[in-house]
Nanobody, 121 residues
Framework: QVQLVESGGDLVQPGGSLRLSCKTFGFTMDYYTIGWFRQAPGKEREGVSCIATSEDSTYYADSVKGRFTISRDNAKHTVYLQMNDLKPEETDVYYC??????????????WGQGTQVTVSS
């Protein structure tokens, strides 16, 4: 059974940093593209970042380029999202998901319960 478990969300001040983790179970993560998206109740889903099976292939939304870094550790079945210089408008629930297709046009297939990121002073 495919399962993804996000963690690492927290309350952080504007300009602060967080590292989100996405632990995967029930499938061989090595063969999957994994993406992060964020969504708050009543808001549209926004793709944030994505990493293909080759770690050289990554994608970032324009709004997070230069501040967020995605990485994967296949041996630990985990994908990470390092988020720096966080902004209040990035307060959201962050989800990781398996991706069908490629990072430029991701179709999210399975995702976890999400982790809450709150950016506030």
């Amino acid at each position: 059974q495919v399962q993804l478990v996000e963690s690492g969300g927290d309350l952080v001040q504007p300009g602060g940093s967080l590292r989100l983790s996405c632990k995967t179970f029930g499938f061989t993560m090595d063969y999957y593209t994994i993406g992060w998206f964020r969504q708050a109740p009543g808001k549209e889903r926004e793709g944030v970042s994505c990493i293909a099976t080759s770690e050289d292939s990554t994608y970032y939304a324009d709004s997070v380029k230069g501040r967020f870094t995605i990485s994967r550790d296949n041996a630990k079945h985990t994908v990470y999202l390092q988020m720096n210089d966080l902004k209040p408008e990035e307060t959201d629930v962050y989800y990781c998901a398996t991706v069908l297709g490629n990072c430029t046009s991701p179709e999210y297939e399975s995702w976890g319960q999400g982790t809450q990121v709150t950016v506030s002073s």
